[in-house]
Nanobody, 124 residues
Framework: VQLQASGGGLVQPGGSLRLSCVASGLTFRSSSAGWFRQAPGKEREFVAAIREGNSATRYSDSVKGRFTISRDNAKNTLYLQMNSLIPEDTAVYYC??????????????????WGNGTQVTVSS
């Protein structure tokens, strides 16, 4: 299984970025997918997740209303649209996958597959 994340970069506060994660080696449409992030000196934290099937979504309180997670099963691709970015969003962002939904979607240890990280820096 491979998850390849891209789309990070440097953006000013209030700006937007869209992250992408291309999956291979798994049946993407039957898999749950998510985004986590890790800032320097901090633990990896949950950002957003999307369920297989009905594409139900979950967000952390810190990004709710600003970030949108989505998926394109035909392209085996996961997205994270990030709007109204603030400096506290600065982190390395990781995409994650697992074979089916878990109610503990917010816990990194419950995800089976991890992509490379992509750096997001919010600064003026």
């Amino acid at each position: 299984v491979q998850l390849q994340a891209s789309g990070g970069g440097l953006v000013q506060p209030g700006g937007s970025l869209r992250l992408s994660c291309v999956a291979s080696g798994l049946t993407f449409r039957s898999s749950s997918a998510g985004w986590f992030r890790q800032a320097p000196g901090k633990e990896r934290e949950f950002v957003a997740a999307i369920r297989e099937g009905n594409s139900a979504t979950r967000y952390s309180d810190s990004v709710k209303g600003r970030f949108t997670i989505s998926r394109d099963n035909a392209k085996n691709t996961l997205y994270l649209q990030m709007n109204s970015l603030i400096p506290e969003d600065t982190a390395v962002y990781y995409c994650a996958g697992r074979n089916y939904w878990t109610v503990q979607y917010y816990a990194s240890q419950h995800w089976s597959y991890w992509g490379n990280g992509t750096q997001v820096t919010v600064s003026s």
